[in-house]
Structures are given as structure tokens and as C-alpha cells.
């Protein structure tokens, strides 16, 4: 079963409208990461969340982790062209050791001009 | 900024072969990681690294496989005997630390193409 699920897998939205991307987990997310991939290429960090609630922001960029620690959305307001990519989240699960993440399968973003 | 290196960017081979994938983790970091990513699927762990030691590996991770830090600055992964099977992308990452907290930086990648 997938321990970590990314909605939606792709994604279309014209330039300067705001999106949101979804990961959940069936387990508790001890701490949860936010990447971005450009298609074939390495992975740029963006956030990382480890508290209940927690909210963190990078620009036009804003991730959340629930108070129940099994859900995290990444918002992006008034998107760019520069947004597209994949983007992944990553996460430290409990039942899990502390030393590796697991991934969602991403999701794929298109911006329209 | 200081910043994970690989080498090569992309590196094809003959099934069967041996390979030497290499990484230059940040300097001053403890844990150094070995993933990979099949074309079009999710990122897989392969093997967690520290105090020259392995600290945690996948089911992927088997006998063909095999990890170093040679010197003070490399961190290799060798891959004997290589499969069809083995072709993806290949990322180091390091942190400054271990467990849930640390950011791990990832290098750009080694494209693997087994032929």
C-alpha cells in the first residue's frame, strides 16, 4: 500500500492563479518534506515541516502540516512560470528509522502563459 | 553556498559491468545518502551512510551493491555486475546530522543507462 500519497499527479493552472498540492500519509508523519525536481535533474529543497500545525513560508510558497500530523498541503500563490516542475514530498514515518525518507510519487506542474 | 557534487552526470554501461557512481557531500556534513529514481517513478532510499559505516539500508540495496568513503571527501556507491534493471537516476544527499529535522541536500544527480 502506498505509505505516502501526493494529489493530485498533475497539475494545470494559468499563470498568476494560486494551486494546491496534497500529501497524506496512513502514518504519522514525524517530519515531512517538501522538493522540487525539474525533469531529470537533482532535487531542490524547499521546506520542511516537524510540528503539528506547523506553517512555513518561502516567497510565494506557504506548506502546512496538520495538527494530526498525516497531511500536508503546499500552496503557492500567483504562480509563475518559474513554478513548474515536480514537486515531491518526503518524510521521516514513524515505523520507520530516523535515517531515510520516504517519497510520494509526486505531482507535476504546468504553468499556462 | 556549499553544495552536493556528482560525477559523472550520466554514465552508460554494458549489462554486466561494474560501476562507480561519486559523490562529494558537504564538507562539513555526517550522514551521506544513496537514492535512486527509476524513470518515471518515485524516489527510492537505498542506504543511509555514517562514522564510515552503513546506518541503515533498503531491500534494495543487496550484494551488488556497495558504498565507500575513500577519503575524506568522497562517497562512492559501486554497483558490481550491473542489470538492465539499474538503469535510473542516482542522487546523493547529505545532512549535517541524522534523524527527522535535518535537511538533507541532494546532489544533481548520475544519469545510469545499462545497456
Known amino acids: 500500500s502506498q505509505e505516502l500519497e501526493q494529489s493530485p499527479q498533475s497539475l494545470i493552472v494559468q499563470e498568476g492563479k494560486n494551486l494546491t498540492i496534497n500529501c497524506t500519509s496512513s502514518?504519522?508523519?514525524?517530519?515531512l518534506y517538501w522538493y522540487k525536481q525539474k525533469y531529470g535533474e537533482g532535487l531542490i529543497f524547499l521546506m520542511m515541516?516537524?510540528?503539528g500545525g506547523e506553517e512555513k513560508s518561502h516567497e510565494k510558497i506557504t506548506a502546512k502540516l496538520d495538527e494530526k500530523k498525516q497531511q500536508s498541503s503546499l500552496h503557492i500563490t500567483a504562480s509563475q512560470p518559474s513554478h513548474a516542475g515536480i514537486y515531491l514530498c518526503?518524510?521521516?514515518?514513524?515505523?520507520?528509522?530516523?535515517?531515510?525518507?520516504?517519497w510520494g510519487a509526486g505531482t507535476k506542474l504546468i504553468i499556462k502563459p | 553556498e556549499p553544495e552536493v557534487t556528482q560525477t559523472p552526470s550520466h554514465q552508460v554501461t554494458q549489462m554486466g559491468q561494474e560501476v562507480i557512481l561519486r559523490c562529494v557531500p558537504i564538507?562539513?556534513?555526517?550522514?551521506f545518502y544513496w537514492y535512486r529514481q527509476i524513470l518515471g517513478q518515485k524516489v527510492e532510499f537505498l542506504v543511509s551512510?555514517?562514522?564510515?559505516?552503513?546506518?541503515?539500508k533498503s531491500e534494495i540495496f543487496d550484494d551488488q551493491f556497495s558504498v565507500e568513503r575513500p577519503d575524506g571527501s568522497n562517497f562512492t556507491l559501486k554497483i558490481r555486475s550491473t542489470k538492465l534493471e539499474d538503469s535510473a537516476m542516482y542522487f546523493c544527499?547529505?545532512?549535517?546530522?541524522?534523524?527527522?529535522?535535518?535537511?538533507?541536500?541532494f546532489g544533481p544527480g548520475t544519469r545510469l543507462t545499462v545497456l
Open positions: 544527499a547529505s545532512s549535517p546530522n541524522g534523524g527527522a529535522g535535518y535537511e538533507q541536500f
Open positions: 518526503g518524510a521521516d514515518l514513524l515505523g520507520h528509522s530516523n535515517y531515510q525518507l520516504i
Open positions: 502514518k504519522t508523519l514525524y517530519g
Open positions: 564538507s562539513n556534513h555526517l550522514y
Open positions: 551512510f555514517y562514522n564510515n559505516e552503513i546506518s541503515e
Open positions: 515541516l516537524q510540528k
